[in-house]
């Protein structure tokens, strides 16, 4: 250690006498980015009571200050929340020793595969991590933190999901990984985690989707945009749960594609902007088109279809009957307008396997659908297949759309 000399001088009746000079020891400057105490003082806030009934300090704000080096952090054992967001670090291994650590985010910094295993002493605790705009390829020991419910790290390099790395962990209920890398998601990569209910994968390099059937008893929203998907297969066949879906901006060719969707009962919102099948839609429909060419397979189903629901109900069949009269002193082709109560999903059975049903396009719905374009079609024939739709393409489904779809492509 350098030392410095210190001369010492003093006063003795009034004359200056020179002592012997001491040494005292130099301190060094910390290195740039290395956490020093004076940057605590302002950092830490909120009063809270430790497992030991103890008052501590539990958060910790360290954003943007260029740091590197975080050991100082091994000495605040009590920390429950901590933010480091805008600094350099590569690793977060000064945080083993937070065993009371509930959230953590360090959003662009230059983390890497090791982030998720340094926290593997607090996954006693960890609950939340944000890792967003970071260096990380892998989702290795992400297991170790069971109790996580929400994992955040988009704009990564992410390339897979393997089962491994997601086992066990039955309380992850929110995880988003858009902006990655991920072109493979392992068949059973989610049979560790079935309590997901928000999953995030948007503008990923994904085409195949199996990986939903492990995930069907509590998703409700997936949002797969920007991905280079093409089928949808059986993978929803079997979801409960599921009310949000997003497939804008896919590689889906035909319409028949979506066609499973109708049988997820839950399913609310759904978009699927910027796809080829909207585009190759039907331009024009000759006069002996059928439904059946339009892409109008009936398959087994549990649902009465809008007209069915009106008449099953008198009130609503008296209305209905006034508007057929209505319809016929008027020109051209007439829609009911169904309230939305009418349009509600209800349960029946209908036959016992698969058939094409070949229903006659009349002159008066050809003509109107050819003045529609082609985005226009594929909405109002989506809106058909799939009745349980409230929302489309990022617009409220309105009343008069539903009745007009039911009009259009109805027997």
């Not at 103890?54 to 920390?79: A, H, K, M």
């Not at 949808?232 to 060719?253: E, M, Q, R, V, W």
Request: aromatic share 6%; proline share 4%; glycine share 4%.
């Amino acid at each position: 250690m350098e030392v410095a000399p210190l001369q010492v001088h003093v006063i003795e009746q009034g004359v200056e006498k020179q002592e012997e000079a001491v040494e005292v020891p130099m301190t060094s400057p910390p290195a740039p980015g290395t956490l020093v105490p004076l940057f605590m003082k302002d950092a830490l806030s909120k009063f809270g009571h430790n497992q030991y009934g103890q008052i501590v300090l539990t958060s910790c704000d360290l954003r943007d200050l260029g740091l590197s080096d975080i050991s100082l952090l091994q000495q605040y054992v009590f920390l429950q929340r901590i933010n480091v967001d805008g600094n350099n670090l590569t690793d977060l291994s000064a945080l083993s020793s937070l065993t009371s650590l509930i959230y953590i985010s360090a959003k662009n910094n230059k983390l890497t595969n090791s982030a998720f295993s340094d926290l593997a002493p607090c996954s006693g605790s960890l609950e939340r991590i944000h890792f967003d705009f970071n260096k990380i390829t892998s989702l290795a020991g992400l297991s170790k933190l069971s109790y996580l419910i929400d994992l955040t790290a988009t704009h990564n390099e992410i390339e897979s999901i393997r089962a491994v790395d997601v086992e066990n962990m039955h309380s992850l209920m929110r995880v988003d990984l858009a902006d990655n890398n991920i072109s493979n998601i392992e068949l059973h990569a989610f049979a560790g985690a079935p309590n997901v209910r928000h999953l995030d994968l948007s503008r990923n390099h994904l085409s195949d989707i199996l990986f939903v059937s492990y995930l069907t008893e509590n998703l409700e929203v997936l949002l797969l945009n920007g991905n280079s998907i093409t089928q949808l297969g059986n993978s929803f066949a079997l979801c409960k749960s599921l009310t949000t879906l997003d497939l804008s901006s896919n590689h889906i060719a035909s319409l028949n594609a979506l066609r499973p969707l109708s049988s997820v009962k839950s399913l609310r919102v759904l978009s699927f902007k910027e796809n080829e099948c909207i585009e190759k839609f039907t331009n024009e429909l000759s006069p002996d088109t059928s439904a059946a060419q339009l892409g109008e397979e009936k398959e087994e189903e549990e649902m009465l279809s809008r007209s069915e629901l009106v008449m099953e109900d008198p009130v609503q069949r008296e209305q209905h009957q006034g508007t057929q009269v209505q319809a016929e002193s008027t020109q051209g082709p007439q829609y009911a307008d169904f309230s939305s109560a009418a349009t509600s999903s209800v349960a029946r059975k209908l036959l016992t396997a698969p058939q094409k049903v070949d229903i006659p396009v009349n002159v008066e719905k050809r003509t109107e659908l050819n003045r529609k374009t082609p985005r226009e079609r594929a909405s109002l024939w989506l809106l058909y297949t799939i009745p349980q739709l409230i929302r489309l393409n990022g617009e409220d489904i309105t009343s008069a759309e539903v009745g007009q779809a039911e009009y259009l492509f109805s027997p």
